[in-house]
């Protein structure tokens, strides 16, 4: 029994750890590239990821802000994720945590963009708790099925 345990926990680890591969540019199709190109020119420096069907770029835009864009194997760009200020939170969306979540205060924030729509994406701690990660809408709804993104 003892060894079935141990073969599933290894088998969801190296699962787990293949969700999201790090990989050379050289590797990338060359419409995901000129995607990338075209949204940050003269973008250097850029990380890329394979996430299934989606490669994921991460782009150091300055000394404070880390961008990352999702982009699917035709060239489309699917998401984009912006590491902003706390301060840029809008205040719907600090109300509502204000009301769901008054234990907590920020930690990290993102602005996402998916699809036209914009989300914030945010990881909330609070003393003695565990850390934990929501996303909204700009109206302060909590968007619960929409996945945190990593």
Same mark, same amino acid.
């Not at 969700?19 to 940050?40: D, F, G, L, R, T």
């Not at 200020?85 to 205040?91: D, G």
């Not at 701690?125 to 809408?137: L, P, Q």
């Given at each position: 029994m003892k060894a079935y345990i141990l073969a599933a926990a290894l088998f969801s680890v190296i699962t787990g750890s293949c $969700?999201? $591969? !790090?990989? *050379?540019? +050289?590797? =990338? @199709? *060359? %419409?995901? =590239? !000129?995607?990338?190109? #075209? *949204?940050?020119p003269g973008a250097k420096d850029v990380d890329w990821k394979k996430s299934k069907d989606n490669y994921e770029a991460e782009i150091q835009v300055n000394d404070s802000t880390e961008v990352s864009i999702l982009v699917n194997i035709a060239g489309n760009k699917v998401m984009e994720k912006r590491d902003i200020?706390? *301060? #840029? %939170? @809008? +205040?719907a969306v600090t109300n509502a945590l204000t009301n769901h979540y008054k234990d907590y205060?920020?930690? #990290?924030a993102d602005q996402i963009t998916k699809d036209g729509t914009t989300y914030y994406q945010l990881e909330l701690?609070? /003393?003695? /708790?565990?850390?934990?990660? =929501? =996303?909204?809408?700009a109206n302060g709804t909590e968007e619960k099925s929409m996945t945190y993104w990593d």
């Open positions: $969700q999201n $591969q !790090n990989i *050379s540019a +050289s590797k =990338v @199709p *060359s %419409v995901v =590239v !000129n995607k990338v190109q #075209e *949204s940050y200020r706390i *301060s #840029e %939170v @809008p +205040s205060k920020i930690d #990290e701690e609070a /003393k003695g /708790k565990k850390d934990i990660n =929501v =996303v909204f809408n």
